[in-house]
């Protein structure tokens, strides 16, 4: 399954509530704090849950940025020149 | 051990874990001991890990691929790598699966009875050779800003040396050609003498038209990271669309198409009119120039921008006083730390050069240039446009390493250094981009090689620049495209890892990798198949393809003199080809300043900025910022800054008087709207690579229009409703976007070309600037159809 790691970047003001809300969600983990920084390690079914789980959190109101700082998709369905 | 407790999964979200906190600079967070046993477990695993540069955009992040089996599995940011600190965006965590679309190419296509049919290597050098030989001088090679350096050098040395003519000519043409003469024009060389650094130390970054939250998302990150460390930083969005970098700024100025012209010269006027600019720089470092190249004194030049006054430019060009004067003032305050940022928003325009120019003029006024966290500083959107288009020279009137075919001595200087006869090279400069294609359409030119671009998606106007009839076009790619679609031979190429490689990135970076895994099926590198056509052309006699001696043109020797018979798949393979290549490439860099080191320093770094010059103990040293005293190995003690380029021998950059001038086109009764067209993040260009990512195919699946909310309610066009979107040349018929992530200004529309069934280019207009030769995509006249 697809692991990676996000460093989500916050307003400064929301940053708390967001973090509470990312907890919520079953296939990501809150890692971290750190100031306005959230970061999230996120283990997927697909490549395709894991970028729809990433757009989801780049509109939630408050995140200014999500930079992804790790992938590990060598289980990942479709990998291959097929 | 820890590996009898932790599960395979568990050790993954570890390694992600680790990887985001050494990011943040917070590495403590992961014991030693986890770290060891994370690498014992990728080592177990049978993955290793190797650096490479992302393939995608000119910020050039450093990446870490992880390869197992033959395959890349994974990707994370280097944390060793200056760019990026670790971070990656959606592109370049993606740079990986771009490697694996379904229909990638993998044999040699030749068009037989009005079919691609596959054939044979064999067949289709045999076939390339023959037609060159026979008329060699209507035949061009259209390349790449994603050329890797060794790729360009090759492609520009079978040109200009093999086939003795200059039609040669990269689709950096595109992107950043306005850029190259901007900086030619000012400083004398090319290039930006700023780098990244002054980002991290800046007090406000302006940004003239430059969308980098999507467009250099990573460059963006880490300005804005700043701002959550608490320091007091400023960004000043100057565009004619909101955007997301509009969301982070402290002040978003829009514009009217055009007018950053006059908002150059109106910020210029204020600073004389106050006796605000930085009058001992000025005096020590500029001189003054008109538009046709007289040296004039700064009371001619305080003349010229007498009609820049804050009235005519807040009317024209839509801003309002104060924000006129947010501007001026930052530029006055000699405490203010300021970096201009841009990229296609002012080099695709009809006056390319001359808003390169204007913007260097603020800076120059302001001596806000040469300081750490003072730089203008230009943006490329490819890989190598840096490194392969403007450093090696693959532009129609260029020679390696900033050399020019119109300048004899340039030329005898090649001419030595690939052992050619004495005015073999050419003195006249080929065809640029919009004028080869325009030949290639009327049969001026009978041939064309395209590798590593996709102009059937990319050039203006394509009804008038894209279709041929008995014109021979071969073209070199991964993936099927819109410029396939009209080739008679389609050659299958190894990209990013899959070859060896290095480039050259935005801020004069360097950086090299190894091929870490092989090319599908019969795929071969760019390089190889130029080297095999023209020992083709050498052996059935073809007089350019032979040196002064009789030799092979092309011929690679090891490092003991013994010759590489790399024309040969099986012995091209089996050596690195890059180093000689690279080390025959850098005997021209050292004449304009552009200094590289040797191959083997790049392979231990993480890139090197040039020029890269030894040290009194030998040690291969890096250049942050050219121009510097203490920074720059070319400038003497005691001269601060010193624009030793300078082509007038003093040491000067130019300030140029270069008057507002209109677009060739704009909005009328019949066609009421301005046209902008531009990338989105998740897709790179004509979206061959990304659009093949399911992820990012689904995340951005189609092309759109924009409309500002208040035309549409004005059109009564709601969302999602269809709109055909015709201009004088073509149309194209698109879903519409209101308040989605961008927001075009009032009587104007957007559109990204990334669309290959929607191509935005069938509307767009071919006028470019006339000394850069760069089309404006930006600009154009368009009138709104409901579907």
Not at chain 2, 38 to 65: E, Q, T
Not at chain 2, 303 to 325: H, M
Not at chain 2, 485 to 501: F, H, I, R, Y
Request: aromatic content about 10%.
């Amino acid at each position: 399954m697809p692991i990676s790691s996000l460093i989500i970047r916050t307003d400064g003001r929301r940053t708390q509530e967001i973090a509470e809300y990312l907890k919520t969600l079953k296939e990501a983990t809150v890692s971290e704090v750190h100031n306005e920084n959230i970061i999230l390690v996120a283990e997927t079914v697909s490549r395709t849950q894991d970028k729809t789980l990433w757009e989801g959190i780049e509109k939630i109101p408050g995140v200014l940025q999500c930079d992804l700082i790790y992938h590990n998709f060598e289980d990942a369905e479709g990998f291959k020149y097929d | 051990m820890i590996n009898d407790v932790m599960s395979r999964q568990e050790f993954l979200k570890l390694s992600a874990k680790m990887a985001a906190l050494a990011a943040l600079g917070l590495g403590g967070g992961v014991s030693f001991l986890e770290q060891v046993a994370n690498a014992a477990d990728d080592k177990s695993r049978g993955l290793k890990w190797h650096k490479a540069p992302c393939r995608f955009c000119g910020v050039g992040c450093g990446a870490l691929v992880g390869v197992r089996d033959g395959k890349v599995v994974a990707v994370q940011g280097d944390r060793q790598a200056p760019v990026n600190k670790g971070l990656l965006c959606v592109k370049g965590y993606h740079a990986g699966a771009a490697l694996y679309g379904k229909d990638r190419l993998t044999h040699p296509l030749i068009r037989k009875n009005g079919q691609l049919q596959r054939a044979s290597w064999e067949e289709a050098i045999d076939l390339i050779a023959g037609k060159i030989a026979k008329d060699s001088k209507r035949f061009a090679v259209y390349g790449s800003g994603q050329w890797t350096i060794t790729e360009g050098y090759t492609a520009m040395k079978f040109l200009k040396g093999g086939l003795r003519h200059n039609h040669i000519d990269p689709n950096a043409r595109l992107c950043m050609a306005s850029a190259v003469v901007g900086f030619l024009t000012t400083f004398g060389a090319d290039e930006p003498s700023g780098c990244y650094d002054d980002l991290d130390v800046c007090d406000t970054v302006v940004c003239w038209g430059n969308n980098w939250a999507e467009m250099h998302p990573v460059l963006f990150s880490r300005f804005i990271d700043r701002r959550q460390r608490g320091d007091k930083i400023k960004m000043i969005d100057m565009a004619t669309r909101r955007t997301r970098t509009t969301e982070a700024a402290d002040h978003y100025i829009e514009f009217q198409p055009q007018t950053d012209m006059l908002i150059a010269n109106g910020i210029c006027h204020l600073l004389i009119k106050r006796e605000a600019y930085d009058k001992e720089f000025v005096a020590k470092n500029v001189r003054f120039k008109t538009n046709d190249e007289k040296v004039i004194t700064i009371d001619d030049y305080k003349a010229f921008l007498e009609e820049y006054t804050p009235e005519k430019v807040t009317q024209l060009s839509g801003i309002s006083l104060e924000q006129l004067n947010l501007l001026a003032g930052l530029f006055s305050d000699p405490k203010e730390k300021v970096v201009s940022l841009w990229c296609m928003g002012m080099n695709q325009h009809t006056r390319g050069t001359a808003i390169n120019n204007l913007v260097y003029n603020v800076h120059l006024l302001s001596g806000k240039i040469g300081k750490p966290g003072s730089t203008p500083f230009s943006l490329t959107g490819q890989p190598s446009a840096c490194g392969t288009c403007r450093e090696v020279g693959t532009l129609a009137h260029a020679l390696p390493g900033g050399r020019l075919v119109k300048n004899e001595e340039d030329r005898r200087e090649t001419e030595k250094n690939w052992n050619l006869p004495e005015g073999a090279l050419d003195p006249e400069p080929g065809l640029h981009t919009v004028a080869m294609f325009k030949a290639f359409v009327t049969g001026e030119l009978t041939g064309m090689w395209v590798q590593v671009t996709n102009p059937g998606q990319s050039l203006p106007d394509l009804n008038a620049n894209f279709k041929k009839k008995d014109q021979f076009l071969v073209v070199s790619d991964v993936y099927p495209t819109a410029t396939t679609k009209l080739a008679d031979v389609v050659l299958p190429s190894a990209m990013w890892v899959e070859k060896n490689g290095l480039f050259g990135n935005s801020e004069r970076r360097t950086q090299q990798w190894f091929k870490m895994i092989d090319p599908p099926g019969e795929a071969r590198d760019d390089v190889w198949q130029m080297i095999a056509v023209a020992r083709r052309l050498y052996e059935k006699g073809f007089e350019g393809m032979k040196d002064k001696d009789g030799n092979f043109l092309l011929s690679i020797r090891d490092e003991g003199g013994t010759e590489i018979k790399a024309w040969r798949w099986d012995a091209f393979r089996s050596n690195n080809i890059d180093k000689p290549l690279f080390e025959d490439y850098r005997k021209f860099t050292a004449k304009k300043h552009k200094d590289l080191a040797p191959y083997d320093e790049y392979v231990k770094h993480c890139g090197l900025r040039w020029p890269v010059v030894q040290d009194a103990f030998g040690r291969w040293q890096e250049t942050t910022r050219r121009y510097v005293e203490g920074e720059d190995p070319f400038v003497k003690q005691g001269e601060g800054v010193s624009f030793y380029m300078d082509k007038g021998g003093e040491n000067r950059a130019n300030i140029w008087a270069r008057p507002y001038e209109p677009p060739p086109e704009v909005p009328d009764n019949d066609y009421p709207f301005w046209l902008c067209t531009g990338r989105v993040l998740e897709h790179w260009h004509t979206a061959t690579m990304t659009r093949r990512i399911k992820e990012l195919y689904n995340a951005n699946p189609w092309a759109y229009v924009e409309l500002n909310p208040k035309d549409a309610r004005e059109l009564s066009i709601s969302h999602g409703d269809k709109l055909r979107v015709v201009s004088r040349r073509g149309s194209v018929i698109l879903p519409v976007s209101i308040n989605g992530r961008s927001i075009p200004q009032e009587g104007s529309v957007f559109v990204p070309f990334f669309d290959e069934d929607a191509l935005i280019n069938l509307v767009t207009l071919d006028a470019f600037c006339p000394l850069s030769k760069q089309p404006d995509y930006k600009k154009c006249a368009v009138r709104l159809e409901k579907v």
